[in-house]
């Protein structure tokens, strides 16, 4: 990496930084936080095609697709140690009550996707990094509607990634929690509303905002899809147990 490319990014972090301690909130791109211009077209070629990502009975909504990783991380002195951790397991989360297995992907076994986790796991402000935890991947190829509605991830930060998008509609909101009832009906304007286009990022403080998307809009004549990476930074008792 270049000098001026380095400064670019330590900028761009720092901006990062302070818009998701301030607003909460932080809408950014894969330029800005240093990843390849070959990232995103890489991995979708080698993760999201059909012998990876799969839609498993009981997801929500019923024809997406998706694969997962989790990965255990460590911020030491020497910088930030990364290992898959031994489940994958989702329980109860997005309203859909019990434990899930959803498709794995390994990707420490892959010098580019290990970049992009350390890459992303540094878009956490310094002061609010935890010393060890878990970092969520799930991909999701998506047709119809992205989420049924906004919700709480319960984890202490969520990341968005759009990798690819045909069609219109997959409009990101965030809510203010009180503005939404406990039905998931909105009872006022959104926070944030913002189409993500392929290479943009949003990231926010998940406790602060109830999330979702709306549904894609097809073109006329054609399907629509939607490809993206969705990351959380979870909380220690996710995984790790509440004394990690």
């Given amino acids: 990496m270049s000098e001026s490319s380095a400064s670019s990014e330590a900028a761009g972090l720092a901006d990062i930084w302070k818009s998701v301690s301030s607003r909460g909130y932080a809408l950014t791109n894969e330029a800005a936080i240093g990843l390849a211009k070959s990232f995103r077209k890489d991995f979708r070629e080698e993760y999201f095609k059909n012998r990876v990502l799969r839609h498993d009975d009981g997801d929500w909504p019923k024809d997406r697709k998706r694969a997962r990783d989790v990965i255990e991380y460590e911020w030491r002195g020497d910088g930030l140690h990364l290992?898959?951790?031994?489940?994958?397991?989702?329980?109860?989360?997005?309203?859909?009550?019990?434990?899930?297995?959803?498709k794995r992907v390994w990707l420490l076994d892959d010098p580019h996707a290990e970049q992009f986790v350390r890459t992303f796991l540094s878009l956490v402000p310094p002061g609010r990094r935890q010393a060890r935890g878990?970092?969520?991947?799930?991909?999701?190829?998506?047709?119809?509607?992205?989420?049924?509605?906004?919700?709480?991830?319960?984890?202490?930060?969520?990341?968005?990634?759009?990798?690819?998008?045909?069609?219109?509609?997959?409009?990101?909101?965030?809510?203010?929690?009180?503005?939404?009832?406990?039905?998931?009906e909105p009872t006022a304007e959104p926070h944030l509303r913002h189409q993500l286009n392929p290479g943009e990022i949003l990231m926010f403080e998940d406790r602060r905002f109830k999330h979702g998307a709306t549904p894609l809009e097809a073109p006329r004549g054609e399907s629509a899809v939607r490809d993206a990476l969705v990351c959380t930074v979870d909380y220690p008792e996710t995984y790790l147990g509440a004394n990690a």
């Fill in 83 to 102: 290992r898959e951790h031994e489940t994958i397991t989702i329980t109860d989360r997005a309203d859909i009550k019990g434990k899930r297995e959803h």
């Fill in 134 to 184: 878990t970092f969520g991947v799930n991909l999701f190829r998506t047709f119809t509607n992205v989420v049924t509605k906004p919700h709480h991830d319960d984890e202490q930060f969520v990341m968005l990634y759009v990798l690819d998008r045909k069609g219109g509609g997959a409009e990101s909101y965030l809510y203010h929690p009180w503005d939404v009832t406990d039905n998931g």
